[in-house]
């Protein structure tokens, strides 16, 4: 199978640390055909702005980080009319809904991300790697990904090809 990996903040930001799970840069480094999507991108932008709020230095470093890894020729999955559409359609859903909102009372800000790097692997047929696989479950129930991936655990949630979820040791909330 020619996997192609849209890869989760969860995931990359492992190359970014002082301390990064060597697994996960092992299996980086193994597969070819990985993709950041604009979600993640943004994920990134978001979390190096609220830092410099408190820590102007790291913030700086994750800059560095965050240009060296858009310089390395990775391929980007832009928002493109499909993604877009798909990405409308999950906004529209109301199971969906506490991705995008805070819980009242809440200052966390929702930004909807994960629905987006999910939208563009449904329209550019990805394989969603990532760590937090319980939010991704969540969106496959309503619409299915082309694959659900954690490197860390070498674990396929969704299978490419068999839409149903693989719960080994995994419980949904």
Same mark, same amino acid.
């Given at each position: 199978?020619?996997?192609?990996?849209?890869?989760?903040?969860?995931?990359?930001?492992?190359?970014?640390?002082?301390?990064?799970?060597?697994?996960?840069?092992?299996?980086?480094?193994?597969?070819?055909?990985?993709?950041?999507?604009?979600?993640?991108?943004? #994920?990134?932008?978001?979390?190096?702005? *609220?830092?410099?709020?408190?820590? *102007?230095?790291?913030?700086?470093?994750?800059?560095?980080?965050?240009?060296?890894? *858009?310089?390395?020729?990775?391929?980007?999955?832009?928002?493109?009319?499909?993604?877009?559409?798909?990405?409308?359609?999950?906004?529209?859903?109301?199971?969906?809904?506490?991705?995008? #909102?805070?819980?009242?009372?809440?200052?966390?800000?929702?930004?909807?991300?994960?629905?987006?790097?999910?939208?563009?692997?449904?329209?550019?047929? *990805?394989?969603?790697?990532?760590?937090? @696989?319980?939010?991704?479950?969540?969106?496959?129930?309503?619409?299915?990904?082309?694959?659900?991936?954690?490197?860390?655990?070498?674990?396929?949630?969704?299978?490419?090809?068999?839409?149903? @979820?693989?719960?080994?040791?995994? @419980?949904?909330?």
């Amino acid at each position: 199978m020619n996997l192609r990996y849209a890869l989760d903040s969860s995931v990359l930001s492992e190359t970014s640390k002082q301390r990064p799970d060597l697994g996960i840069l092992l299996w980086l480094a193994q597969v070819r055909r990985l993709v950041i999507p604009v979600g993640t991108i943004i #994920e990134f932008e978001y979390g190096i702005h *609220l830092a410099a709020e408190h820590d *102007l230095e790291k913030a700086l470093a994750l800059t560095d980080w965050l240009e060296g890894l *858009l310089a390395s020729g990775m391929r980007v999955a832009e928002t493109d009319v499909n993604v877009a559409r798909k990405y409308g359609q999950m906004r529209a859903c109301g199971a969906l809904r506490p991705f995008f #909102e805070a819980p009242v009372g809440s200052r966390r800000i929702k930004g909807g991300q994960d629905v987006h790097i999910a939208a563009a692997a449904i329209a550019h047929e *990805l394989v969603i790697a990532t760590l937090n @696989v319980k939010d991704f479950l969540t969106i496959h129930r309503y619409f299915p990904l082309p694959g659900l991936y954690n490197p860390k655990e070498d674990h396929w949630y969704v299978v490419p090809g068999d839409k149903r @979820v693989r719960y080994r040791d995994f @419980v949904a909330a």
